[in-house]
C-alpha cells in the first residue's frame, strides 16, 4: 500500500525555518520524482520544488528560490523540504506526492502526481 505521510508543520515567526518530512512507504521512493506542493487558503496548489529519481532538484516558486532546499534520504525512504527566511506569504498548507506512472522526472503540474501526502500546515506569523 503506496502511502506518505508527512511531519513537520508548526506555527513559525517569520524569518524563522522549518523543515518538513514526507515518510513513503509500499514503494522505494528513488525510484520516483517526489514534489512539495503548497495551497494557501482560497488559492490554487502551487507547486514549490520537486526531486527526480536521479538527485536533481528543482525550485518551482520563484518566491521561495534561495529559500528552500529539498534532499531524500535514501536509507529512511524520505524526502525533506527545508525552508529559512519564512514569510508571511509562506502560509499553506504543504503537500508531499509521488510522480504519476513511475515516472522519474519532475512536474511542476499538480495532475501529474499521484499519491499525496496527507498535508502538514505551515503558518508564518508573529
Known amino acids: 500500500q503506496v502511502q506518505l505521510v508527512q511531519s513537520g508543520g508548526a506555527l513559525v515567526q517569520p524569518g524563522g525555518s522549518l523543515r518538513l518530512s514526507c515518510a513513503a512507504s509500499g514503494f522505494t521512493s528513488d525510484f520516483y520524482a517526489l514534489g512539495w506542493f503548497r495551497q494557501a487558503p482560497g488559492k490554487e496548489y502551487e507547486g514549490v520544488s520537486c526531486?527526480?529519481?536521479?538527485?536533481?532538484?528543482?525550485v518551482y516558486a520563484d518566491s521561495l528560490k534561495g529559500r528552500t532546499a529539498i534532499s531524500r534520504d535514501i536509507s529512511e525512504n524520505t524526502v525533506y523540504l527545508q525552508m529559512s527566511g519564512l514569510k508571511p506569504e509562506d502560509t499553506a498548507v504543504y503537500y508531499c506526492?509521488?510522480?504519476?506512472?513511475?515516472?522519474?522526472?519532475?512536474?511542476?503540474?499538480?495532475?501529474?502526481?499521484?499519491?499525496w501526502g496527507q498535508g502538514t500546515q505551515v503558518t508564518v506569523s508573529s
Open positions: 506526492a509521488r510522480r504519476r506512472g513511475g515516472l522519474g522526472y519532475c512536474s511542476a503540474s499538480p495532475h501529474d502526481y499521484d499519491y
Open positions: 526531486i527526480n529519481k536521479n538527485g536533481g532538484r528543482t
